[in-house]
């Protein structure tokens, strides 16, 4: 069980809070009315320690990434500008331009960086290496994607993509897409990387791995309740899952048939030696399992979804990709014959679709370097140590790269009229291009194979805009709790949440039993004695007297009065 904090910590924290919110209001203030130093990009740096790093998380959150962008390169120029995020003093470079600089110049006056959140998190491993060391270790994870391995995942991709569909999405009048293909994003990922098939290993190693990437990108502020304390937490669980699964395969591969090495991920990471020789130590081999779940799910599981989306409004889309999908299905010799790489490799029409998709709404809003010495780029230095941006955002939505960029156009990724390079980038590009972008490619094509083979859909919300900010305060404590029920701290008041059609019945037919109608202390405080600050009896009493009210007969007089306002107000307005 987790401990309190003392009355003492509690105590001081209230009376700091105040002297810490004059001192951040007086801060804001001082930094909003200067821009960067002097010769370095236009911009603002935001609050003390947090930046402008709320703003751009809020954005994401919200489902409009682009618009913490969009503002300023309005006001700064489309060339590069000057924020803090994370931390960091960070210029953001934009549009293609943008992109060709920090690609080509790798490891010259550029190198890879991650926020320090990610850094301090995932360890050692290829992300957080540089120079030849990181270069060594790309080349040897490189091979875990080459065509031999990605000719094994296939196999083992239609075979769990089949299961899951008759389990998940068969006989549904309805389906919540987003959280049924995160499942099965890491089920699959689980299986292809670990060799983990049990439904109840998967789970186990599910919770913690949802409160980790909560908070492998955030500010790091170790305190509880902080998004990265509670990916902390998360990491020192998942590592010891994963010391637990190395001890079993080291065991299993002594054994003579029990385990193979080149049966899963984790098989080749204890195996395989680099250029050098040397082998990957088991931190190491944790680190990048680590890194390899996280690069492997969020990315994938957005733009399935979002395909999904698509589909589901643009039915003349949905009929090629299905015409595409129905020839393969054809030229099988028996309905149970598997998918083959070859099979998805002409799979051209639908990956024409996925990548226009992904151009209007990007699985990642950018990455980062950091510079390894003062440089100048579009007449504006840059000094050593700042971190540098990239968004694909910049050039995605740029009517002199893309034209009518707003519009779905899949043409647009024909063999004939490819982007021009650099100008779309969402796997990144240069030596630190994504290493695993056919991966990525393969589950996203073999999942909608069977997908579109099996249905059509309509989405239930037309048009649905997909905001992350309350649903994400629920669901994370949900994962987090693997329970429909959990307690917290809002507003300075005790409360349990109950969610899900149990948690509605359950309040809804216990009123004046077990549970009653209660409103925030500021609430009742201000409004006073009324009904909703009244319970039982006399609450029911004032009710029958203010329903009455709203009667039939009152409803009808009212139509006049409504009527008559409206019209009013639409002469006048």
Known sequence: ???????????????????????????????????????????????????????????????????????????????????????????????????????????????????????????????????????????????????????????????????????????????????????????????????????????????????????????????????????????????????????????????????????????????????????????????????????????TSCTVTMVIKFLGELPHVYEKVLAEQREIAMQKKSAGEGLTREDVQKMRDTWSVVLEIMRLVPPVAGGFRVALEDFTFCGFTIPKGWKLMWSPLTTNNDPAVFSSPKLFDMSRFARSASPAPCAFVPFGGGPRMCLGKDYAQLQILVFLHHLVNNFKWTNAIPKEKHDRSSETFIQDRINKYNTPVFKISLLGERMVFLCGPTGYRFLFSNEGKKVALWWLSLVRKLTGSCLVSKASHEARLDKKMLMSFFNLEALMRSVGVIDEVTMGHLRTH
């Open 1 to 299: 069980m987790d401990s309190l904090l003392p009355a003492s910590y509690l105590l001081a924290v209230l009376i700091a809070l105040p002297t810490l919110a004059l001192f951040l209001s007086i801060a804001k203030r001082r930094v909003s009315r200067k821009s960067s130093p002097h010769g370095t990009p236009p911009g603002q740096f935001g609050w003390p320690i947090l930046g402008e790093t709320l703003e751009w998380v809020r954005a994401g959150r919200e489902g409009r990434p682009g618009s913490f962008l969009d503002k300023r390169v309005d006001k700064h120029g489309p060339c590069v500008f000057t924020t803090s995020l994370f931390g960091e003093p960070t210029a953001v470079f934009c549009g293609t331009a943008g992109n060709k600089f920090l690609f080509g110049n790798e490891n010259r006056k550029v190198a890879v960086a991650w926020p320090s959140s990610a850094v301090k998190l995932l360890g050692s491993c290829i992300i957080t290496l540089a120079g030849e060391e990181a270069k060594v270790m790309r080349r040897m994870l490189t091979s875990v994607f080459d065509q031999e391995a990605l000719g094994r995942f296939t196999m083992i991709m239609d075979e769990v993509t089949c299961n899951h569909i008759k389990a998940n999405w068969e006989g549904k009048e309805e389906v919540l897409v987003y959280p049924t293909i995160k499942h099965y994003i890491f089920e699959l990922t689980c299986q292809l990387f670990l060799s983990i098939h049990d439904p109840q290993d998967i789970a186990d190693l599910a919770r913690p791995f949802a409160a980790f990437l909560e908070g492998v990108i955030s500010i790091p502020v170790d305190l509880p309740g902080t998004r990265y304390h509670g990916a902390k937490r998360a990491a020192r669980s998942i590592r010891k899952m994963l010391r637990g699964i190395i001890k079993e395969r080291r065991a299993a591969m002594e054994k003579k048939g029990a385990a193979s090495p080149t049966q899963d991920l984790l098989s080749y990471l204890m195996v395989t030696a680099d250029e050098n020789g040397r082998f990957l130590t088991e931190t190491e081999i944790i680190n990048n399992l680590l890194l390899l779940l996280v690069a492997s799910h969020d990315t």
